[in-house]
């Protein structure tokens, strides 16, 4: 009869999983991708800051501009002894232009190049670590989500096995055949487990309202099989771990290339005292109206018309800041103490990443002895309610015992549920601190999901 009890527990559980459960994490993520708003806000930033190695890039490149203008023109004469020589007939002057500069020499320009090319590079190196990111923050949030709807499952359950015992007590004490202390250790066990099961509830609301807040609902999801590998990382050696993060950790190369973009910097204004050296060309044509001719025997002895004229200009110029009020030293110096700054940074972010991959790595290997341990718990707490089930019925445990027993088991039920979805996130934040993770660990998990 116990186990047939225990048995029916489990089954429950499974088909109200199956009942429920559908979307796997694979589904999810793909909903983010187009849902979630601090990625899309991670991706504006890339796209905005990926134009720096652009705008640097225009120093180097020609700068052709166009200018034009036209005025209206009309002329009164104040003084009769100009009047000759006065146009008194309104006209249009106008005017336009084409102006060249060819930088030939800004050594400056040439490493603000430099640092705007290690600075989009950075960028892109920062969203690719965003994209791991959002990989581990929705897996984070579907097994958040899971643990507390299995927490709840096990809630509603306990809660229901305790207060079956709880109405078996009260109706032994209206028989007389039980105390009434052993009705009240019933009575107190079935508040406890309602108190469980409505923190569960609360839970799984937190959890449903992390979810739609990035891909904007919370559909049902699926849990894992019993199929799931649970074994020791790949490859074992920590030091192996240690050299994929030295080589493919975004964060790393987000900082080294910072590092890189302020010595350009500095370099830049170092080179900012050096003189400058522009081609120009230029193309200028101006209308107007003025005195086309001159006959001193006619009245008036001026004559006026269309006047134009063209002008081309083309050369070198040269430019050399001698004295700035010490704005150049100045620049010069902070440039420095930047740069000095993120290398510092880089040193520091390189010992960080050491230092959470081997945390990390730590964290797998106690996570993948908590599963089992968890699991052997599981057991022993099913045979120890088995025997605390038959010692009840033989007058040999009490109530208290029994209730214990039953608390005890749907707690290790709780525990080996957390233990497996603690031990994956773990693997995955390990494979983040390393650098490689993908999408694909995502599908692979995906594979044991089922309805």
């Known amino acids: 009869m116990e186990k047939f009890t225990i048995n029916l527990i489990s089954l429950s559980l499974i088909l109200f999983c199956s009942s429920a459960i559908t979307t796997t994490l694979a589904?999810?993520?793909?909903?983010?991708?187009?849902?979630?708003?601090?990625?899309?806000?991670?991706?504006?930033?890339?796209?905005?800051?990926?134009?720096?190695?652009?705008?640097?890039?225009?120093?180097?490149?020609?700068?052709?501009?166009?200018?034009?203008?036209?005025?209206?023109?009309?002329?009164?004469?104040?003084?009769?002894?100009?009047?000759?020589?006065?146009?008194?007939?309104?006209?249009?002057?106008?005017?336009?232009?084409?102006?060249?500069?060819?930088?030939?020499?800004?050594?400056?320009?040439?490493?603000?190049?430099?640092?705007?090319?290690?600075?989009?590079?950075?960028?892109?190196?920062?969203?690719?670590?965003?994209?791991?990111?959002?990989?581990?923050r929705i897996s984070e949030i579907y097994f958040n989500l899971l643990k507390a709807i299995k927490n709840l499952e096990v809630a509603k359950l306990e809660e229901q096995s305790i207060k079956k015992q709880r109405d078996r007590s009260k109706r032994l004490f209206e028989e007389g055949v039980s105390s009434k202390s052993e009705f009240q250790e019933a009575q107190a066990f079935a508040d406890l487990s309602a108190v469980t099961r409505i923190a569960a509830q609360g839970q799984l609301e937190f959890a449903r309202e992390a979810m739609i807040a990035i891909i904007g609902e919370s559909p049902d999801i699926s849990d894992l099989d019993e199929n799931f590998p649970i074994s020791k990382p790949d490859p074992i050696d920590q030091s192996d771990?240690?050299?994929?993060?030295?080589?493919?950790?975004?964060?790393?190369?987000?900082?080294?290339?910072?590092?890189?973009a302020a010595k350009k910097n500095s370099q830049s204004k170092i080179a900012s005292h050096f003189p400058n050296i522009d081609l120009f060309a230029s193309l200028t044509q101006n209308n107007s109206r003025g005195i086309v001719g001159f006959n001193p025997l006619a009245n008036p002895p001026v004559s006026y018309g269309p006047n134009g004229v063209e002008t081309t200009r083309y050369g070198l110029e040269f430019n050399w800041p001698i004295v700035t009020g010490g704005l150049?030293?100045?620049?010069?110096?902070?440039?420095?103490?930047?740069?000095?700054?993120?290398?510092?940074?880089?040193?520091?972010?390189?010992?960080?990443?050491?230092?959470?991959?081997?945390?990390?790595?730590?964290?797998?290997?106690?996570?993948?002895?908590?599963?089992?341990?968890?699991?052997?718990?599981?057991?022993?707490?099913?045979?120890?309610?088995?025997?605390t089930k038959v010692g009840?019925?033989?007058?040999?445990?009490?109530?208290?015992?029994?209730?214990?027993?039953?608390?005890?088991?749907?707690?290790?039920?709780?525990?080996?549920?957390?233990?497996?979805?603690?031990?994956?996130?773990?693997?995955?934040?390990?494979?983040?601190?390393?650098g490689i993770l993908s999408p694909a660990d995502v599908y692979e998990i995906s594979k044991f999901l089922s309805d």
């Open 27 to 136: 589904d999810v993520y793909e909903l983010a991708l187009t849902n979630d708003p601090q990625l899309k806000i991670d991706e504006a930033t890339f796209t905005a800051d990926k134009e720096i190695k652009n705008k640097a890039m225009s120093g180097l490149l020609p700068k052709i501009s166009l200018r034009a203008g036209t005025t209206w023109n009309e002329n009164e004469n104040t003084e009769a002894a100009t009047s000759l020589f006065t146009d008194t007939t309104g006209s249009n002057s106008n005017f336009y232009s084409a102006n060249l500069i060819q930088p030939i020499f800004r050594v400056e320009n040439w490493f603000q190049f430099a640092r705007g090319k290690a600075l989009s590079e950075a960028a892109e190196a920062k969203f690719a670590l965003s994209q791991q990111n959002t990989i581990l």
């Open 241 to 260: 771990w240690v050299t994929l993060a030295m080589t493919n950790s975004f964060t790393l190369k987000a900082s080294k290339l910072s590092a890189l």
């Open 328 to 387: 150049l030293h100045a620049e010069r110096r902070e440039a420095k103490a930047l740069e000095e700054r993120a290398s510092q940074q880089e040193k520091l972010m390189e010992r960080l990443v050491v230092r959470e991959v081997k945390s990390k790595f730590t964290a797998v290997l106690t996570n993948l002895a908590n599963v089992n341990a968890r699991k052997q718990s599981l057991k022993s707490s099913e045979f120890a309610l088995k025997a």
């Open 392 to 434: 009840y019925e033989e007058a040999t445990r009490n109530i208290v015992d029994l209730l214990n027993a039953e608390k005890n088991f749907f707690s290790a039920q709780r525990d080996f549920n957390a233990a497996k979805y603690d031990y994956i996130l773990s693997s995955l934040e390990l494979k983040l601190s390393s």
